[in-house]
T-cell receptor, first 113, second 113 residues
Framework: NAGVTQTPKFRILKIGQSMTLQCTQD?????MYWYRQDPGMGLKLIYY???????DKGEVPNGYNVSRSTTEDFPLRLELAAPSQTSVYFC????????????FGQGTRLTVV | GIQVEQSPPDLILQEGANSTLRCNFS?????LQWFHQNPWGQLINLFY???GTKQNGRLSATTVATERYSLLYISSSQTTDSGVYFC???????????????FGEGTQLTVNP
């Protein structure tokens, strides 16, 4: 049971480039989330999804897009990367609203130069 | 949105000491979790504890939902306990809100040998 898997683990982008951060989970969780963590800070919610085909904005969605075509996958797209998007990105999933809590992937460390 | 405050922001202990970390939150919540972020950045789910008391080995947690706080106890601390401890909460606003966790800024724990 792999849990939540994120790829890549590290990436350096140039300003203006685009990329997709991949996230997949094998726990059949309906809910999936993308967070970012800036140095010395807690995590902030970018986007979330309550099921395939349904996504919604979190606290800091600007500069990002998501899609959810399957239960397992929840990719995060960065268009026109900016230095302010340098951060560590975490994907998470949860089974229900209240049960068991959320489980996190190992993170993707992104640097925009 | 919900405000989450953690204290203390930094804590330095000698191996074998006990400690208590506190999390205050500004509104009623349906979900509260404690996480440990290890020095490699991985987020480990310690407790899902919207109310009551739970114990797992040397760690235990208590949430008093009516008074809007949670405590994480670490007994007989070890160097491997070092890292950042995050409290995160969620309040169900509507059916589609999922577990949209709001994180505190964490307590940085250093356990010296």
């Amino acid at each position: 049971n792999a849990g939540v898997t994120q790829t890549p683990k590290f990436r350096i982008l140039k300003i203006g480039q685009s990329m997709t951060l991949q996230c997949t989970q094998d726990m059949n969780h309906n809910y999936m989330y993308w967070y970012r963590q800036d140095p010395g800070m807690g995590l902030k919610l970018i986007y979330y999804s309550v099921g395939a085909g349904i996504t919604d904005k979190g606290e800091v969605p600007n500069g990002y897009n998501v899609s959810r075509s399957t239960t397992e996958d929840f990719p995060l797209r960065l268009e026109l990367a900016a230095p302010s998007q340098t951060s560590v990105y975490f994907c998470a999933s949860s089974h229900g609203i209240y049960t068991y809590g959320a489980f996190f992937g190992q993170g993707t460390r992104l640097t925009v130069v | 949105g919900i405000q989450v405050e953690q204290s203390p922001p930094d804590l330095i202990l000698q191996e074998g000491a006990n400690s208590t970390l506190r999390c205050n939150f500004s509104d009623s919540v349906n979900n509260l979790q404690w996480f440990h972020q290890n020095p490699w950045g991985q987020l480990i789910n310690l407790f899902y504890i919207p109310s009551g008391t739970k114990q797992n080995g040397r760690l235990s947690a208590t949430t008093v939902a009516t008074e809007r706080y949670s405590l994480l106890y670490i007994s007989s601390s070890q160097t491997t306990d070092s890292g950042v401890y995050f409290c995160a909460v969620a309040r169900r606003v509507r059916e589609t809100s999922g577990s949209r966790l709001t994180f505190g800024e964490g307590t940085q724990l250093t356990v010296n040998p």
